[in-house]
C-alpha cells in the first residue's frame, strides 16, 4: 500500500527566505505527483504536477523535482512571501484516473 | 482546467439526521468519481471510489449503509451522511477525472451538533 510522508509537518520562516518541502512515497510505480495547496478551512489549489517521466516542473517561484527511483521528490519555495503561508499537500496517483494518495502537508507560516 | 463544483460548502445538522452532498462535474463527464475526508489539521483520505452506474467501492473502515454514495450521471454524484453523529464533522472533498488530472471540488464542510 502507498505511503505519503512529508517533512516537515511545520514550518516557519521570515519573509524573503528559500525553502524547501519534503515529500517521500514507498511504492515508486507511480504515474505522476502532484503537489497542492490548502488555505484554512479552503479546498485544494493544485500548483504543480509532475508526471513519472519527468524530472521536474516550475511555476513562477515555484519549483518542484522528482526521483521517482528514490521515491521522493521536493517543493523548492523562493523569496517566501506571507501570502504563501498555507498548507503543502503532495500526492501520488498510481495510475491515471486513479484515486491520489495524500501525504499529511506541511503548515508552513512565513511572518512578515 | 475543468470544474468541479459541491454543494452545500457548509452545512450545519443536528446529531441523527441526514445530509447531502452534490458533486458535480461542470465541464466534463467522469464515469469516474472519489470521495475524500479530512479531519482538522490531518490529511485528505480517500472514503470510496464512485462508479456511475454501479456501486461504489469503499475504503477499508467506511461504513456503506452510513455513508451512501450516488453515482447517476456522468456529471453528478452524491455523498449522503446518515443518521450523522458529531464525530462525522469533517470536510469533505470529491474528485473527478478528465484525461490524465484529477480535478477536486472546493470541499463541503459538516458540523453535526
Known amino acids: 500500500k502507498q505511503e505519503v510522508t512529508q517533512i516537515p509537518a511545520a514550518l516557519s520562516v521570515p519573509e524573503g527566505e528559500n525553502l524547501v518541502l519534503n515529500c517521500s512515497f514507498t511504492?515508486?510505480?507511480?504515474?505522476?505527483l502532484q503537489w497542492f495547496r490548502q488555505d484554512p478551512g479552503k479546498g485544494l489549489t493544485s500548483l504543480l504536477l509532475i508526471q513519472s517521466s519527468q524530472r521536474e516542473q516550475t511555476s513562477g517561484r515555484l519549483n518542484a523535482s522528482l526521483d521517482k527511483s528514490s521515491g521522493r521528490s521536493t517543493l523548492y519555495i523562493a523569496a517566501s512571501q506571507p501570502g504563501d503561508s498555507a498548507t503543502y499537500l503532495c500526492?501520488?496517483?498510481?495510475?491515471?484516473?486513479?484515486?491520489?494518495?495524500f501525504g499529511g502537508g506541511t503548515r508552513l507560516m512565513v511572518k512578515p | 482546467g475543468a470544474v468541479v463544483s459541491q454543494h452545500p460548502s457548509w452545512v450545519i445538522c443536528k446529531s441523527g439526521t441526514s445530509v447531502k452532498i452534490e458533486c458535480r462535474s461542470l465541464?466534463?463527464?467522469?464515469?469516474?468519481m472519489f470521495w475524500y475526508r479530512q479531519f482538522p489539521k490531518q490529511s485528505l483520505m480517500l472514503m470510496a471510489t464512485?462508479?456511475?452506474?454501479?456501486?461504489?467501492?469503499?475504503e477499508q473502515g467506511v461504513e456503506k449503509d452510513k455513508f451512501l454514495i450516488n453515482h447517476a450521471s456522468l456529471t453528478l454524484s452524491t455523498l449522503t451522511v446518515t443518521s450523522a453523529h458529531p464525530e462525522d464533522s469533517s470536510f469533505y472533498i470529491c474528485?473527478?477525472?478528465?484525461?490524465?488530472?484529477?480535478?477536486f471540488g472546493p470541499g463541503t464542510r459538516l458540523t453535526v451538533l
Open positions: 500526492a501520488v496517483q498510481r495510475n491515471a484516473g486513479n484515486m491520489l494518495t
Open positions: 511504492d515508486s510505480a507511480i504515474y505522476n
Open positions: 465541464d466534463f463527464q467522469a464515469t469516474t
Open positions: 464512485s462508479n456511475e452506474g454501479s456501486k461504489a467501492t469503499y
Open positions: 474528485s473527478g477525472g478528465s484525461g490524465d488530472t484529477q480535478y
